[in-house]
T-cell receptor, first 110, second 119 residues
Framework: DAKTTQPPSMDCAEGRAANLPCNHS???????VYWYRQIHSQGPQYIIH???NNETNEMASLIITEDRKSSTLILPHATLRDTAVYYC???????????FGKGTSLLVTP | DAGVTQSPTHLIKTRGQQVTLRCSPK?????VSWYQQALGQGPQFIFQ???????QRGNFPDRFSGHQFPNYSSELNVNALLLGDSALYLC??????????????????FGPGTRLTVL
């Protein structure tokens, strides 16, 4: 599975959009981009995933560049409860093991 | 739907002892994966069980073993505990889909974890 690179930490004001970047320049054609988050003292939570098209669900939007070498997770209106570590993971459609890496620690401030 | 449940929530053991952790998957899920998360690190994949067999394994020694039961629940066993085994152990369940004869990945649902402390 391709390696990902994320900033170690980010801040966001409550009510603003949080844009979390991820680089995955070695991604292969059959590999998906998955995002998970982990709120302190809880298990990771699935957020969204995509292959090449942009995706949106009730939690977030995922923007994948045309060359698929990077992506951005967007939380449109961040709340204090969105404070968590966010993990960008690249995995093939037959893969089983999530490689979490270090993730981005997002702090949403009042 | 109770989601993924794990027991116990906390556990304290001493070096050399053995421990068994338990996991019940989300209703309808047939696949269970186990992860170890050391303090300040992301979760690390231990192994995955499907149809009562270990299907894939991460870089963990044979001291780590597991089992899956016919009702899809799972156990993680760790023998000869070391101080370095102190961590949060996470169980994740998923549903393996077959598309065109190939398995495909689905999103994994995680339990709250078992906090193991080895003294």
């Amino acid at each position: 599975d391709a390696k990902t690179t994320q900033p170690p930490s980010m801040d966001c004001a409550e009510g603003r959009a949080a844009n979390l970047p991820c680089n995955h320049s070695t991604i292969s054609g059959n590999e998906y981009v998955y995002w998970y988050r982990q709120i302190h003292s809880q298990g990771p939570q699935y957020i969204i995933h995509g292959l090449k098209n942009n995706e949106t669900n009730e939690m977030a939007s995922l923007i994948i560049t045309e060359d698929r070498k990077s992506s951005t997770l967007i939380l449109p209106h961040a709340t204090l409860r969105d404070t968590a570590v966010y993990y960008c993971i690249v995995i093939s459609n037959s893969g089983y093991a999530l490689n979490f890496g270090k993730g981005t620690s997002l702090l949403v401030t009042p | 739907d109770a989601g993924v449940t794990q027991s116990p929530t906390h556990l304290i053991k001493t070096r050399g002892q053995q421990v068994t952790l338990r996991c019940s998957p989300k209703s309808g899920h047939d696949t269970v994966s186990w992860y170890q998360q050391a303090l300040g690190q992301g979760p690390q994949f231990i192994f995955q069980y499907y149809e009562e067999e270990e299907r894939q394994r991460g870089n963990f020694p044979d001291r780590f073993s597991g089992h899956q039961f016919p009702n899809y629940s799972s156990e993680l066993n760790v023998n000869a505990l070391l101080l370095g085994d102190s961590a949060l152990y996470l169980c994740a369940s998923s549903l393996r889909r077959l598309a065109g004869g190939r398995s495909s990945y689905n999103e994994q649902f995680f339990g709250p974890g078992t906090r193991l402390t080895v003294l």
